[in-house]
């Protein structure tokens, strides 16, 4: 059975088969790796509190212990510094017990993102936020690469659609999401759009969504994708996690898509449930290559 559907709403594309495949087979390599007697272990670095990254941490917390990865997370006050913050990664770093880094975003206004991301050291960025590893990102090569992006491509390939042509169109361009899910998609061989904040305030948005036969949407703002402007058929991932009230919802009018799309990721369930094993994933990656870079 293809259970990537809900029989009911049968362009409802959902993560859990995914992130359960993924998951096991991950178990699986933890498992080998403890008859050499390690474990890998994933760190996490907050600073400040942010509803988003609430979510995404007790994810964490859950699917790590679930197969087997020791994992914490350091909540600092918002108040930190960026060289107590810069001093506490360089521990890390060198930590041998310590596989995977990732900081969560957003920092505070005071700290330089960049600086932090820049400063972890690269065979541990399970994010794969680091020069070393976005570059290797960029020019196509295998490296450790950003989770949500690697969610969205997983999503996209479940439907089955084949990419080479298609025009695809992502909404949002951060470091994180937008600019490494064009990369992969490009890769593909597909007809990338990016749209940024300078498309919707010369009111392009709509002329680039309408366009697309597959739309990705990472920007971060709730319903700012009308249901009117999805093309009939078209392949919607959306990647927004936004809290409104007590409600966690996407970037796109889900109601309004649902009638039009061919496939549609819903919030939560969707691309964020994927993201959470993609980093686990990583964090196994990580392990290995350490494993690997000690015994030359
Ligand atoms: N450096 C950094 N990288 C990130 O990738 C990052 C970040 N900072 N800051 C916060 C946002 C948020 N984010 C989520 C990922 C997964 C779920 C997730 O597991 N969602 C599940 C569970 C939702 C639920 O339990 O309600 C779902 O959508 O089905 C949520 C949120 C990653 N972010």
Not at 234 to 263: H, P, Q, T, W
Request: include cysteine; aromatic fraction near 4%.
């Amino acid at each position: 059975m293809n259970a990537l559907y809900d029989v009911k709403k049968p362009n409802l594309l959902y993560g859990k088969v995914i992130r359960d495949q993924i998951l096991s087979e991950v178990a699986a390599e933890i498992e080998e790796l403890k008859k050499q007697h390690v474990a890998p272990f994933l760190m996490t670095i907050e600073v400040g509190n942010d509803p988003a990254t609430a979510v995404y941490k007790e994810s964490q917390r859950k699917l790590a212990a679930q197969i087997g990865i020791n994992y914490e997370t350091i909540e600092l006050s918002k108040n930190t510094s960026e060289e107590r913050l810069l001093k506490m990664i360089d521990r890390i770093n060198r930590d041998p017990v310590i596989n995977g880094l990732m900081v969560h975003m957003p920092l505070p206004e005071h700290i330089d993102a960049r600086k932090v991301q820049w400063s972890i050291n690269s065979l541990k960025d399970v994010e794969g936020v680091t020069p070393y590893n976005m570059g290797k990102l960029f020019l196509g090569a295998e490296a450790l690469y950003p989770c949500t992006a690697e969610s969205i491509m997983a999503l996209i390939k479940a439907t089955g659609v084949d990419l080479k042509g298609k025009e695809v169109t992502v909404v949002g361009c951060s470091s994180i999401v937008g600019k490494p899910v064009a990369t992969m998609l490009l890769k593909e061989e597909a007809t990338v759009s990016v749209c940024h904040y300078q498309t919707s305030k010369r009111g392009m948005l709509e002329h680039h969504v309408r366009n697309a036969e597959i739309l990705v949407v990472a920007a971060g703002v709730p319903n700012l994708i009308p249901g009117e402007w999805i093309r009939e058929g078209a392949i919607v991932i959306d990647a927004g996690i936004n809290r409104v009230g007590k409600d966690i919802v996407g970037d796109v009018d889900f109601e309004g898509a649902l009638k039009r799309a061919s496939y549609i990721t819903p919030v939560p369930g969707g691309v964020g449930s994927v993201t959470v094993a993609y980093l686990m994933k990583n964090t196994v990656t990580a392990l290995k290559r350490q494993l690997a870079a000690q015994h030359g």
